[in-house]
């Protein structure tokens, strides 16, 4: 299995609603991460958690909140989010958090769009 | 600061003629590099990295990349293209060695491939 499986592919909320994206993946990597992505830009970094713990966050502001259940699991908890947030949020996972040569396996993306 | 330069936001060709995406790179150290592709709402699919060893590199879909030093330049080739190589492609460097780091790409290049 070699996916990274991203849930919902679509999300409609409102600026007030409080909602979850998830991501899995069952390759046994140790490191996962968030991207968020504009239209036609390159992916921007969000956060990245190595052996289940949050080892960086790019000055999200906090109304972005991940969570790190446990190795193959990582939510992305929104809440009072504003238009400017709607994007494409990709997860993303990797082998070696410590060595860094391994590539990122990504998923497909949740599509979320904020009234 | 690590990053990856894309020079042109768009590359025009015609279906079996080669092809160029240039990247070039800024790094303290020895760089690992790597390119991406995404197609139209959808994830970004591994296509090669360069760690260390041969300059030239050989990928996924017929790719291939040349690592030149002196150049600090990664650019991606393909001898002949295809319609369906037409997509966005990103050009990306990782720290090494620094445990919990992640990804940073250039800003992509949309790649045309005309019949």
């Known amino acids: 299995d070699t996916e990274v499986t991203q849930t919902p592919k679509h999300l409609v909320m409102g600026m007030t609603n409080k909602k979850s994206l998830k991501c899995e993946q069952h390759?046994?990597?140790?490191?996962m991460y968030w991207y968020k992505q504009k239209a036609k830009k390159p992916p921007e970094l969000m956060f990245v958690?190595?052996?289940?713990?949050?080892?960086i966050n790019e000055s999200v502001p906090s109304r972005f909140s991940p969570e790190c259940p446990n190795s193959s699991l990582l939510n992305l908890h929104l809440h009072a989010l504003q238009p400017e947030d709607s994007a494409l949020y990709l997860c993303?996972?990797?082998?070696?958090?410590?060595?860094?040569?391994?590539?990122?396996?990504f998923g497909e993306g949740s599509r979320l769009t904020v009234l | 600061a690590q990053s990856v330069a894309q020079p042109e936001d768009q590359v025009n060709v015609a279906e079996g003629n080669p092809l160029t995406v240039k990247c070039t790179y800024s790094?303290?150290?020895?760089?690992?590099l790597f390119w991406y592709v995404q197609y139209p709402n959808r994830g970004l699919q591994f296509l090669l990295k360069?760690?260390?060893?041969?300059?030239l590199v050989k990928g996924s879909y017929g790719f291939e990349a040349e690592f030149n030093k002196s150049q600090t330049s990664f650019h991606l080739k393909k001898p002949s293209a295809l319609v369906s190589d037409s997509a966005l492609y990103f050009c990306a460097v990782r720290v090494p060695n620094q445990a919990g780091t992640a990804l940073i790409f250039g800003k992509g290049t949309t790649l045309s491939v005309s019949s």
């Open positions: 360069y760690i260390t060893g041969d300059n």
């Open positions: 993303a996972s990797s082998q070696d958090p410590g060595g860094n040569t391994g590539e990122l396996f």
């Open positions: 958690y190595s052996y289940e713990k949050l080892s």
């Open positions: 390759m046994g990597h140790r490191a």
């Open positions: 790094v303290s150290g020895n760089p690992y």
